[in-house]
């Protein structure tokens, strides 16, 4: 297995942009997660899915982020409009269920200037 | 509030030598603690996985116990390489339905040749 994929692995931005990440995650894995990694917070759970459902997005920090999970295979998260405060790296990770490991993977890191 | 703390923040030794990382929890309603690494500019790799009815797992050099009464963990690596050079991160998943991580703030390990 390829692992988790996300694209693009660099994005680099405008403010007041809108910005998608994508995210592939591990086939037949059944949980999805969305991390923020910050040198100031760390890494912080945005929101997770399981069967393509969301689960908890309290970790959302406002109303301009979004994510969805149309299929099993294909995630996105959505930032309108982007922030310099925003850049940051972001994590797909995904499970095969809630029990089990997260497996990551190589995040996409956003410069929001 | 879950809050995980890890001790020391960074840490160098040289090539061989036997280490300890620490991981301390406040809340002992847990799940279960994963331990990943993090090499520079890339995704998390998980490490080890300790259900929160097990006190320890072992992965060839690698150990990590868990005493969840008083909150701790520890990642025991033995004989280590330049290569064991990483970020090293305890990850937490809280009791009850959610399966949310709270992650800790990481060991910056550097091993010298």
């Known amino acids: 297995d390829a692992g988790v994929i996300q694209s693009p692995r660099h994005e680099v931005t405008e403010m007041g942009q809108e910005v998608t990440l994508r995210c592939k995650p591990i086939?037949?894995?059944?949980?999805l997660f969305w991390y923020r990694q910050t040198m100031m917070r760390g890494l912080e759970l945005l929101i997770y899915f399981n069967n393509n459902v969301p689960i908890d997005d309290s970790g959302m920090p406002e109303d301009r982020f979004s994510a969805k999970m149309p299929n099993a295979s294909f995630s996105t998260l959505k930032i309108q409009p982007s922030e310099p405060r925003d850049s940051a790296v972001y994590f797909c990770?995904?499970?095969?269920?809630?029990?089990?490991?997260?497996?990551f993977g190589p995040g996409t890191r956003l410069t929001v200037l | 509030k879950q809050e995980v703390t890890q001790i020391p923040a960074a840490l160098s030794v040289p090539e061989g030598e036997n280490l300890v990382l620490n991981c301390s929890f406040t809340d002992s309603a847990i799940y279960n603690l994963q331990w990943f690494r993090q090499d520079p500019g890339k995704g998390l790799t998980s490490l080890l996985l300790i259900q929160s009815s097990q006190r320890e797992q072992t992965s060839g050099r690698l150990n990590a116990s868990l005493d969840k009464s008083s909150g701790r963990s520890t990642l025991y690596i033995a004989a280590s390489q330049p290569g064991d050079s990483a970020t090293y991160l305890c990850a937490v998943r809280r009791g009850g339905a959610t399966n949310k991580l709270i992650f800790g703030t990481g060991t910056l390990l550097a091993v010298q040749p």
């Open positions: 990770a995904s499970s095969l269920s809630g029990d089990n490991e997260q497996f």
């Open positions: 086939s037949g894995h059944d949980y």
